[in-house]
C-alpha cells in the first residue's frame, strides 16, 4: 500500500495530472421550508408554474409540500455549484406568494413546532412516495424529518481516476468498478475520521430552550448541531452501519434492507455514503447493482443550512471538503481504523452536542496537527489561491468559536430571538432577489436578459440546461443551443416559446402533482 500512494503521490505532482486534482464535480441538495411572514408553515400548494415533482430534475418536494429540495446538477468546482444554487432560488423565489419566504436554517421556527406539525404530517401531494413519508414519519417522528440540510455530493475528475487506476491495477488487479468502490470507501472513511471538525465549523441547529426536541433533559444549553448528534438526521441506536471495511459496511447494508429493517438502501443516514451512476441503475437504485458497476461519487449528508450563506453552503465550504478530500486520498489509513472510527463518532457526537461558543480540550491539538498537514499539503501539491483562503477562514473559526457558523447563530439564542433573526434573513433575501435582475448577467456580462429568461422558463419546466460558452436546453436526445448574447421576440413569454422547442414536455404540465 505505501509503494502504491508513494507512486499516486509522485504522479499527481506532474503538471498534467495535477491540474485535474482541483477539478472534482460537485452537485448540491438544498432543503428549505416555505415559510409564511409570521414564521407559520406556508399552507399554499405547491406552486404551479413549476413542472411535475416526479419529473422536475431540479426542484422538487421531500416530507411535506412545505419541504422544498432545491437539487443542482453535477458542475466543474466549487463557484460554479453555488451559482447554479442562487439561480435556483431565484427561480423559485419567483414563483413564491407574496406573504411567502424560505426559512434559511435547518430547524423550522418556533411557530411550526407550536401549530403546524399535524398538518405537516400529513401534506404531501407527491402521491406515489406517500406510503414511504408515512413510513419514515412513523418510525423517526415528524420533528426529525423535518431537519433540512444540505447534502453535498463529490465525484473525482475521471480522467485523474482512470490514470490513479492504471498506476495501480496491475498491482492489484482489480477491476475498475471494484478499484472505484475501494478509493471511493477510503475516502468516506478518512471523512468520517474528521467529521468532528466539520460539524465544529459548520454545524448549525442549535436548539431553542422554547422547542422540546427529543434530547436528554439534563443537557440545557444551547447544542451546536442537532442534526450532526445522535439524536438528529440519523438512524435508529440499533440500526447503525459501521465504516470499517467496505466488506462489512456492504454486508451490513444488505442485512438491514434483506431483513426490512430499512424500506430501502435510502433509509441509511449515515453521514457519507456511496451512490452510483443514476443513469445506468435506472429506477432500481440498489446496492449490489452499485457494487457491480462502480460507485460514481460520494454523498455527505452531514451539512447544516448556511443561514450566511446565499445558497445555504459556501464555495469556501466545499473547497475545504475538496481539500481534505484529496489529502485523504493520498494518505494511508490508521492501522487500528475500527477503534479509531468509533473514536471519531464519539467526539463527533460530543462537539455536536456542546455549547456553540465552547470546544473540548482535545479540539485545537486535533484541528492544529491536521491543518498544518493540509497547509502543507496545498504548497506541496500547488493548489488554486483558493483553497489556500479556505483553510485560512477554518483557521479563524479554530481560533475563536463565536465566528463559527453555530457560535453566530447560537449567539441568537440568549433572547430567544432566532424567529426574528431567521426571518430578518428571509425577508432580506425575498427582497434582495426580487430586485436581482438577472444573475447570469452578473456572473458574466455576455448573458443576455433573453438567456436568463430562457433558462428561467427551462428550470421551471425540468428541462436539462447548461450555462458556459453557449446556453444548451436538452430533453433526452433533443437539444437546443443559444449564444449567450442571445436576443429572442418572445411575444408569449419564455415558457410559452421553450414550450414550443420542447412540445415533448407538455404532456407533463397537464397535472402538478
Given amino acids: 500500500m505505501a509503494d502504491e500512494l508513494k507512486k499516486i503521490s509522485d504522479a499527481l505532482r506532474t503538471p498534467e495530472l495535477n491540474k485535474l486534482m482541483y477539478k472534482g464535480r460537485f452537485a448540491v441538495r438544498m432543503e428549505t421550508h416555505r415559510i409564511l411572514t409570521d414564521g407559520r408553515a406556508s399552507r399554499y400548494p405547491y406552486p404551479n408554474n413549476l413542472s411535475s415533482r416526479r419529473t422536475n430534475r431540479y426542484l422538487t418536494t421531500v416530507i411535506s409540500d412545505n419541504m422544498m429540495e432545491l437539487k443542482s446538477s453535477p458542475q466543474q468546482g466549487s463557484d460554479n455549484v453555488v451559482r447554479q444554487l442562487d439561480l435556483l432560488q431565484q427561480t423559485l423565489y419567483s414563483e413564491l406568494q407574496s406573504d411567502e419566504r424560505l426559512w ?19 401534506h404531501s401531494t407527491r402521491y406515489w412516495i406517500s406510503g414511504h413519508n408515512s413510513y419514515l414519519i412513523n418510525k423517526y417522528g415528524i420533528k426529525r424529518q423535518l431537519i433540512a440540510g444540505v447534502r453535498v455530493n463529490y465525484s473525482l475528475n475521471e480522467t485523474l481516476l482512470r490514470r490513479i487506476y492504471e498506476l495501480s491495477a496491475n498491482q492489484h488487479s482489480k477491476s475498475m468498478a471494484d478499484f472505484r468502490n475501494h478509493l ?3 475516502m ?28 436528554p433533559d439534563d443537557i440545557k444549553h444551547p447544542i451546536r448541531s442537532l442534526r450532526c448528534s445522535q439524536y438528529g438526521y440519523t438512524n435508529r441506536p440499533d440500526e447503525q452501519v459501521t465504516y470499517d471495511s467496505l466488506e462489512s459496511h456492504i454486508e451490513q447494508l444488505e442485512k438491514l434492507i434483506d431483513d426490512g429493517t430499512y424500506a430501502d438502501y435510502d433509509e441509511f443516514f449515515g453521514p457519507v455514503r456511496l451512490h452510483g451512476d ?7 437504485d440498489n446496492l449490489p447493482t452499485m457494487i457491480k458497476q462502480g460507485v460514481k461519487y460520494l454523498q455527505f449528508r452531514i451539512f447544516d443550512l448556511d ?56 479540539l485545537q491539538d486535533a484541528a492544529d496537527q491536521l491543518m498544518t498537514q493540509l497547509e502543507k499539503f496545498i504548497t506541496d501539491y500547488q493548489a488554486p489561491l483558493k483553497y489556500k483562503m479556505a483553510l485560512k477562514f477554518v483557521r ?8 463559527t457558523i453555530g457560535g453566530q447563530v447560537a449567539s441568537q439564542l440568549k433572547e430567544d430571538s432566532i424567529l426574528s433573526f431567521g426571518l430578518k434573513i428571509a425577508n432580506d433575501r425575498y427582497s434582495d432577489f426580487l430586485r436581482l435582475g438577472h444573475p447570469l448577467a452578473e456572473q458574466d456580462e455576455r448573458f443576455s436578459s433573453t ?63
Fill in 278 to 284: 443514476a443513469e445506468l441503475m435506472g429506477e432500481n
Fill in 184 to 186: 471511493y470507501f477510503k
Fill in 451 to 513: 438567456a436568463h429568461r430562457l433558462v428561467m422558463a427551462a428550470i421551471k419546466l425540468g428541462i436539462e440546461f447548461d450555462v458556459g460558452d453557449q446556453i444548451v436546453l436538452k430533453v433526452g436526445n433533443h437539444k437546443e443551443t443559444f449564444a449567450p448574447d442571445v436576443k429572442l421576440d418572445m411575444p408569449e413569454g419564455a415558457r410559452q416559446y421553450v414550450i414550443a422547442l420542447f412540445p415533448e414536455v407538455e404532456k407533463e404540465l397537464s397535472s402538478n402533482e
Fill in 188 to 215: 468516506a472513511q478518512f471523512f468520517y475520521l474528521h467529521r468532528w471538525l466539520f460539524t465544529y465549523l459548520y454545524g448549525a441547529s442549535p436548539v431553542s430552550p422554547t422547542v422540546k426536541h427529543d434530547i
Fill in 307 to 362: 443561514p450566511f450563506a446565499l445558497s445555504g453552503i459556501s464555495a469556501d465550504t466545499l473547497d475545504f471538503l475538496e481539500v481534505l478530500m484529496l489529502y485523504g486520498l493520498l494518505m494511508p489509513l490508521p492501522d487500528n481504523l475500527p477503534e479509531r472510527l468509533a473514536e471519531a463518532k464519539k467526539r463527533n457526537n460530543e462537539v455536536a452536542l456542546e455549547d456553540p461558543l465552547k470546544e473540548p480540550d482535545w
Fill in 104 to 122: 434559511p436554517l435547518s430547524l423550522p421556527p418556533e411557530p411550526v413546532y407550536k401549530h403546524d406539525l399535524d398538518f405537516l404530517k400529513h
Fill in 396 to 403: 479563524r473559526r479554530l481560533d475563536d468559536p463565536s465566528l
